[in-house]
């Protein structure tokens, strides 16, 4: 099965996807990871997206539509995609389609997960992560059982995003609204598109989510 999370920043989406990926052995497929690893490895993509990055804009069609592409032809997508933070625009929508076709691999769901703007803000601008396994805080939502230690794998190195400040979110934001959210209505009519309440607990979202993928 192969499925697109919907959302804003800070939705949850990527948790969501790390939790499909334990429970039901998918794959996520972040293009925001992706975009990072290229930022840090030095690569001629990752220069190109770095400044964008940061300033909380989106990175161009071609440079993305390629990076996907290119990891579509991994083997490991035969386990099931989860798509995080992909498409964003309707070109890379219609992409998706043409990528999705020539490799013979079908789109079964596409979840919107529904939450409010405000409290995207706080959510992202609180969020960490373990600097080894990836596991996710929040200064004030989940911190870890003990102080600097990650309660999943014991590291003690933990790395926060620099494009996750206040004022990059809301850049994050106006680009959502204004290039991604009207891919709901690109979905919608082809019978794709499911919605579930973001702002819920996490399990509950999990709860609702697979309720999506499973009806
Ligand atoms: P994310 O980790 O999904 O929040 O993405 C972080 C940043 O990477 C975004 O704010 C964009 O600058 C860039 N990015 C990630 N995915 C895409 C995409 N599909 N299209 C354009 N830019 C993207």
Redesign the pocket.
Known sequence: MNIILLGP?GAGKGTQARILETERGMVQL????M?RAAVASGSDIGKQ?KA??EQ????S?EL?IGVVSERLDQPDVAKGAIF??????AK?AEALDALLSQKSLALDAVVEMKVDDEEMVDRVSGRYACGKCGEGYHDRNKIPKVAGVCDACGSTEFKRRP?DNAETVRS?LV?YHEQTAPLLSYYGPRGKLKSIDGMAAIDEVTRQLKAALDG
């Open positions: 920043p972040s293009t925001g990871d975009l997206a964008v990055m909380g804009q989106l990175v069609d993305v995080d933070g992909f498409p964003r625009t890379q494009d994050r680009a």
